[in-house]
């Protein structure tokens, strides 16, 4: 698998690294966070990097005062697994080196597949801010040289929280796997309750 560089100009259809953002506040708070070697764990929204300078200065700039919540995705993962969106940008920041699997939402076909040859790996160096636009399609974060990850998520406040509503088990709907989260997953990850939509082979950078 090629591996670009968040740098390239091939991210820019998926994101862009965001450069008037100090972020030193939020990074010395996720240092404290769990970080296990084994898996991966997320934490939607917690106060120690939500309290920071770094945080605030997000939420007000970044997505011009929309409440949001600022949490982590960290440890160890090699594999694609599945595919998710939002109606939202996201924020990803890298403490170290790690890799994201992207995709574009527009290349979902219309009964809601998605090949995984379409998927484009990106190395973001340790201490990048970037902007993961709403239409790119993307996951858990991928590990550099087998070592555990740490990375900061921001969205919009309720992202990722559990549905309070029964929905369909038809078009897009199906696919709706938390609040403003539409998942789509590779069979052979066996993520109870989600659509495996993914065709082709379930992706790995090890």
Same mark, same amino acid.
């Given at each position: 698998?090629?591996?670009? &560089?968040?740098?390239?100009?091939?991210?820019?259809?998926?994101?862009?690294?965001?450069?008037?953002?100090?972020?030193?506040?939020?990074?010395?708070?996720?240092?404290?966070?769990?970080?296990?070697?084994?898996?991966?764990?997320?934490?939607?929204?917690?106060?120690?990097?939500?309290?920071?300078?770094?945080?605030?200065?997000?939420?007000?700039?970044?997505?011009?005062?929309?409440?949001?919540?600022?949490?982590?995705? &960290?440890?160890?993962?090699?594999?694609?697994?599945?595919?998710?969106?939002?109606?939202?940008?996201?924020? &990803?920041?890298?403490?170290?080196?790690?890799?994201?699997?992207?995709?574009?939402?527009?290349?979902?076909?219309?009964?809601?597949?998605?090949?995984?040859?379409?998927?484009?790996?990106?190395?973001?160096?340790?201490?990048?801010?970037?902007?993961?636009?709403?239409?790119?399609?993307?996951?858990?974060?991928?590990?550099?040289?087998?070592?555990?990850?740490?990375?900061?998520?921001?969205?919009?406040?309720?992202?990722?929280?559990?549905?309070?509503?029964?929905?369909?088990?038809?078009?897009?709907?199906?696919?709706?796997?938390?609040?403003?989260?539409?998942?789509?997953?590779?069979?052979?990850?066996?993520?109870?309750?989600?659509?495996?939509?993914?065709?082709?082979? &379930?992706?790995?950078?090890?």
């Amino acid at each position: 698998m090629i591996i670009h &560089n968040v740098n390239d100009a091939s991210f820019r259809p998926y994101g862009r690294i965001i450069h008037d953002i100090d972020a030193s506040g939020i990074m010395e708070a996720l240092k404290k966070t769990e970080c296990p070697d084994d898996h991966t764990i997320y934490v939607a929204s917690d106060p120690n990097l939500e309290n920071t300078e770094s945080g605030r200065e997000m939420q007000q700039k970044v997505y011009g005062e929309l409440p949001v919540q600022i949490g982590y995705c &960290n440890g160890y993962n090699v594999c694609l697994n599945a595919l998710e969106y939002h109606r939202s940008s996201e924020i &990803n920041i890298a403490e170290n080196d790690l890799i994201l699997l992207l995709g574009r939402q527009q290349d979902i076909t219309d009964d809601f597949h998605y090949d995984t040859a379409r998927v484009e790996a990106f190395l973001v160096p340790a201490g990048t801010v970037i902007e993961v636009y709403a239409t790119t399609l993307h996951y858990a974060p991928c590990s550099v040289a087998g070592k555990p990850f740490r990375c900061v998520v921001v969205l919009p406040a309720g992202t990722n929280t559990a549905l309070t509503a029964a929905h369909g088990s038809k078009g897009e709907d199906r696919l709706l796997a938390a609040v403003n989260k539409w998942l789509i997953a590779h069979e052979d990850a066996k993520i109870e309750g989600a659509f495996n939509g993914l065709t082709g082979e &379930n992706l790995r950078v090890d």
